[in-house]
């Protein structure tokens, strides 16, 4: 090129970057992904899947055919090996048309820490952000809302807040009819806030309630039980379901019923919700129990008035796939154990996006309106560094219109990645507003928090792993309480606003009201969760007649065994290995699952 030419002759470091392409692969029939952020491409999928349903099924559009799942749309699978970054054909064209400077110059600022390298980052991944919602979500949103389905399906959510798997999945909640997640395996590591596994993850699952409660959508999907292996228990399916329904999904997708077993299949992500299981004609209880509590997550609505928001940005500026910058794992450990305390505080809130923000945020008086919640405090979280500007704006509306913001940082140093000393500047003029805390577990942090109308004082020492969510209706609300511990109970006083409590069973159906006591104008109740256990409360506005709950059962009896107990099998049992040594001419394998 021209500007080549120019450098002939000059010394000092120069990159070298050459277009690569994404490798053929059999999970997408032996081709290589597409670049969904090109112009035209999803169009073009629609082209070839959709119109081939709107002939034959058009008419079930919206009743039997209820909708479109999307399975893990990303950025990444259409990278070849060892990219240095994403690209499309006309990057260079939109970034600048965006931030009005030249990325082709900056490029080595997306690989080595070099020039200014944060803000380069910043826009670079705002601007592939933007492409991805206005060339995949915006399309999908639009087509779907026109022909009465309900688009769902889940993204990479689990890489956050890597920026190679999304950038920021709630900016896509928004767009979607029923927003989803995935959630794969089958352990769950309590009290990791789950760095390093899907379940226990609650931020993705709390990032998906909040983005469903901003965009005012009522069904929240989960990809469920994925690669739990032939072993799952009914135990283990119920404690992660409980938990994932508690922090937000209310619609369970059990991944998968398989259409035969022949060949890899068999080892491709079980169990198989199907025949092929021994435990399948036992299952209809557990399917009884997830209808229940989803039902129960669905009707009325979560009123939370905090707003968290998510240090999505800020990692952005720090991600580099040749440099590793130890900023990136700090943020996901210490915002992922962040949420994990504000929920086994029990505190009411929900995470928000920039992006979100922009999209769909504005102030109305004292609070942060985003769709149609409304907030009246804003939480910045201690790894946050850089505001959106549009982010900033925003909140210097809310501060002059009397807002609060609880702050775990001393200082915010970046807008849209470029230092700048506005943040400190309007903290200075609100310092009344502007509240500084070390840690979500402190007393007066606490009070910010809680709310006059609800709390839940667990017994001290705290035993069990114990979540509630609560719904508001028009005649009363409903709490439901999981505990995902294995071996301890929990317990704990819940005291609100209401007439009488009845407890609902969740295996049976049945309702009974039980003991509470009353004081300042509000009841309390007690509440035991075994382990693995869980229950469902509705709190009415007025009192019901509904009957006792009976403290002891005195109808049972223990009989004595009269003979021994002889199993024998159906057929004979086939020995599966789970694990294997693999050795070959370039790879060497130990203790390989599957």
């Known amino acids: 090129s021209r500007d080549f030419k120019m450098e002939l002759g000059a010394k000092g470091k120069y990159y070298l970057f050459k277009k690569t392409f994404g490798d053929k692969s059999y999970w997408y029939g032996n081709y290589p992904y597409v670049d969904l952020i090109h112009t035209g491409v999803t169009q ?11 002939k034959y099924n058009k008419a079930d559009f919206g009743k039997t055919l209820m909708g479109i799942f999307t399975d893990e749309p990303n950025l990444e699978a259409a990278m070849g090996k060892n990219s240095a970054f994403r690209w499309t054909p006309d990057l260079y064209e939109e970034f600048k048309k965006k931030w009005g400077y030249d990325l082709q110059i900056n490029l080595p600022s997306l690989i080595d820490e070099v020039g200014n390298w944060k803000k380069v980052r910043h826009d670079y991944y705002q601007t592939l952000l933007e492409m991805f919602l206005d060339r995949w979500a915006k399309p999908w949103n639009t087509y779907c809302e026109k022909n009465g389905l309900a688009w769902t399906g889940h993204y990479w959510e689990h890489g956050w807040p890597r920026p190679t798997e999304g950038m920021d999945e709630a900016a896509f909640y928004i767009y979607h009819q029923q927003p989803g997640v995935d959630m794969l395996g089958n352990q769950m590591v309590a009290g990791t806030g789950g760095v390093t596994s899907q379940f226990g993850n609650a931020r993705a699952v709390r990032e998906l309630l909040s983005a469903a409660n901003q965009g005012g959508h009522t069904r929240r999907l989960s990809e469920t039980y994925g690669g739990a292996g032939w072993e799952i228990n009914f135990k283990n399916l119920k404690r992660l379901v409980d938990w994932e329904v508690v922090l937000g999904v209310n619609f369970v997708n059990q991944h998968l019923s398989y259409f035969t077993m022949k060949g890899v299949r068999k080892f491709d992500y079980p169990p198989s919700f199907s025949y092929h299981e021994p435990w399948w004609g036992d299952y209809k209880m557990m399917g009884d129990y997830i209808g229940r509590i989803c039902l129960a997550t669905t009707v009325g609505q979560q009123i939370n008035r905090t707003l968290v928001l998510q240090p999505n940005t800020t990692a952005w500026m720090y991600f580099s796939r040749k440099v590793k910058n130890s900023m990136v794992d700090t943020i996901q450990k210490d915002f992922k154990m962040f949420v994990y305390k504000m929920e086994r505080n029990h505190f009411e809130y929900d995470l928000g996006s920039e992006e979100v923000l922009r999209t769909i945020g504005s102030v109305e008086g004292a609070n942060i309106k985003v769709g149609p919640c409304s907030y009246n405090l804003v939480v910045i979280p201690k790894t946050m560094e850089n505001l959106d500007n549009s982010t900033f704006e925003l909140l210097k509306d809310y501060l002059k219109n009397g807002g609060k913001i609880l702050s775990f940082r001393n200082d915010i140093s970046f807008i849209d990645g470029a230092e700048s000393e506005n943040p400190k500047k309007m903290m200075n003029k609100y310092p009344k507003q502007w509240i500084y805390a070390n840690n979500p577990d402190e007393e007066q942090i606490r009070q910010l928090f809680t709310t006059n109308e609800f709390s839940i004082l667990e017994d001290i020492p705290k035993s069990g792993e114990l979540y509630h969510q609560r719904r508001i209706m028009k005649d009363g609300q409903l709490v439901f309480f999981v505990n995902s511990d294995t071996t301890r ?24 009201r039980i003991e509470t006591k009353e004081q300042y104008g509000k009841i309390s109740f007690r509440i035991n969760i075994a382990p693995v256990g869980s229950s469902l409360y509705y709190i009415p506005n007025e009192s019901l007649s509904e009957p006792l709950e009976l403290k002891e059962y005195t109808n049972e009896k223990i009989i004595d065994s009269e003979s021994s107990i002889e199993v024998n099998p159906s057929s004979e049992n086939v020995l599966v290995l789970d694990y294997l040594d693999l050795k070959s001419k370039n790879l060497e394998m130990k203790e390989s699952h599957f």
């Not at 819940?494 to 049976?508: E, H, N």
């Open 44 to 54: 073009k999928f629609m082209d070839i899947t959709m119109k081939g349903y709107e």
């Open 489 to 512: 109970s929990a317990a704990a006083i819940v005291q609100a606003q209401g007439k009488t409590v009845v407890k609902m069973d969740l295996i049976s159906g049945k309702s009974n």
